[in-house]
Structures are given as structure tokens and as C-alpha cells.
């Protein structure tokens, strides 16, 4: 078998040349989520289970007429994807006040906002990747204002999605963030969600948990999922609801 071509390395993520021109081969890692305030499960399998909810998610979208780069799933942890080039911008969608939001403008966690809150971040890990402004993203040429409300659409239309998708399973979207990539159709360009989707990019919290009283009788706020990928892919039948989740095996002597 030939040696593959490595186009770039994520922390959760490979991507690969792939087998025709303008697209990619998309390898899902076992590593940690990104959200540091989601219980997370074992490592082994993620990268499995991360394949399958983002297939799920983003074939969701392109049938409902959301333009996304994913062509098709290859195997347990690998896509076939559109090439695109990345917008250095990462656009997250808040319906509740969690993480940075609440402690930026001290609201509570947990708060429902008036409406749908989208926010810029700069794609920049060894700058935090920092909030940044429309007038930021505009200044420093990462992107149009046309780029912009295209973004913003997008994002939305994601999140009505998104949101439905997850309440049908007793779960609460809180926030998410998505990517957002350039692709051309001969000298026409257009903006299609790029990336992932998957418990790595969502803040969700777990509504059936919410609706069983504690032992003093009170009602529990949501909160997060427990181990949130094995969880959500029964929920949304993407896997059987008997398995369980893949652990390392137990040698016997």
C-alpha cells in the first residue's frame, strides 16, 4: 500500500491528499475534546465515535440545503472531504450563557439568552484563540463583511438544526462552534461548513437527567452529558443503545 500523503496534523485530527484532486482524506484521533467542561469519556474509540456523529450531523445538513465539505464517510475513523481553504475565524453560536460568556459578563450559567448570540474567535492556540470583533476579522483581511453575514447564516441555520436534532434526544444545546472554509466552483466562490461536528465543538447538557430529583427531592439543573460521545451516539442512533463503550482489554492469566 502506498504511503499517504500528510497535508496536516490537529489535535484531534489528520488530514490526508485524497484520492481526486480538490479533496481530502479526514482521520479521526482518540484525543481529548476541546471542551474543558464536558465530562469526557475513555480515549479508545473517540476518534470512532467522533467519525460517526460527524457524519451524522453534517449529512443532516447537506440534505436540508446547508453546504457542508463532507463527501462521505470511508470507514470507522475516516471522510472523504471537500479541500477547502479555512477562514482563520471560528464562529460560535450561544442559546445559554456557559463558560467564557458567564464569566465575562457575569451572567449566570445556565441563563437562556434572548436570542441566539454568534461570537468571532481568532484561530490562534498560542494566543488563546482571543474574541475578536466583525471590525477585527474586516481590518486584518481574514474576511469580508459579505464573508461575514454569509458566516453568520450559515452558523444560525446550523444552530436551528442543531438544536432540533438535540432536543428530540433530551439534550440541551448550549453553545457550538464551527468552521468555515472557501471552496470554488469555477470562478464562483462560496462559504460551506468545514471542520467538525461533534461533542469536541458543542457545550450540551443533559435534560433527562434534569427531570430526576435528587435524593433531597429537588430538581437538577441540566448538566453535562456523562461520557458525552458514547451518550449522545445512542441517543441519536448512530450506535446501538447495548453496546457499550469500547474499553482497553483485560488480560487473563
Known amino acids: 500500500m502506498a504511503r499517504r500523503k500528510k497535508v496536516y496534523e490537529g489535535k484531534a485530527k489528520i488530514l490526508y491528499e485524497g484520492p481526486e484532486p480538490g479533496t481530502l482524506i479526514q482521520y479521526f484521533k482518540d484525543d481529548a475534546a476541546t471542551q474543558p467542561t464536558q465530562k469526557a469519556g475513555p480515549a479508545d474509540g473517540r476518534g470512532v465515535l467522533n467519525n460517526r456523529l460527524s457524519e451524522f450531523f453534517m449529512s443532516g445538513l447537506n440534505l436540508i440545503g446547508v453546504p457542508t465539505h463532507f463527501i462521505r464517510r470511508l470507514n470507522m475513523r475516516e471522510q472523504l472531504i471537500r479541500m477547502v481553504e479555512i477562514i482563520p475565524v471560528t464562529v460560535t453560536v450561544r442559546n445559554f450563557a456557559a463558560g467564557d460568556l458567564s464569566a465575562r459578563l457575569g451572567i449566570p450559567e445556565g441563563t437562556p439568552l434572548p436570542r441566539p448570540i454568534v461570537e468571532f474567535y481568532f484561530k490562534d492556540d498560542k494566543l488563546g484563540n482571543p474574541l475578536v470583533t466583525e471590525e477585527h476579522v474586516i481590518a486584518f483581511g481574514w474576511a469580508s463583511q459579505q464573508d461575514l453575514d454569509d458566516m453568520v447564516a450559515l452558523a444560525l441555520r446550523v444552530n436551528d438544526f442543531l438544536s432540533g436534532a438535540m432536543l428530540g434526544a433530551g439534550i440541551r444545546l448550549a453553545d457550538?462552534?464551527?468552521?468555515?472554509?472557501?471552496?470554488?466552483?469555477?470562478?464562483?466562490?462560496?462559504?460551506?461548513?468545514?471542520?467538525?461536528?461533534?461533542?469536541?465543538?458543542?457545550?450540551?447538557?443533559?435534560?433527562?437527567?434534569?427531570?430526576?430529583?435528587?435524593?433531597?427531592?429537588?430538581?437538577?439543573?441540566?448538566?453535562?452529558?456523562?461520557?458525552?460521545?458514547?451518550?449522545?451516539?445512542?441517543?441519536?442512533?448512530?450506535?446501538p443503545s447495548n453496546v457499550t463503550h469500547a474499553t482497553k482489554p483485560t488480560l487473563i492469566n
Open 176 to 239: 457550538f462552534q464551527i468552521e468555515v472554509g472557501r471552496t470554488w466552483e469555477g470562478d464562483y466562490m462560496r462559504l460551506i461548513v468545514a471542520d467538525e461536528i461533534s461533542p469536541d465543538s458543542c457545550r450540551l447538557w443533559d435534560l433527562r437527567a434534569a427531570e430526576t430529583p435528587d435524593r433531597e427531592g429537588q430538581t437538577r439543573e441540566p448538566g453535562p452529558l456523562d461520557d458525552v460521545y458514547t451518550e449522545l451516539a445512542r441517543r441519536l442512533g448512530v450506535m
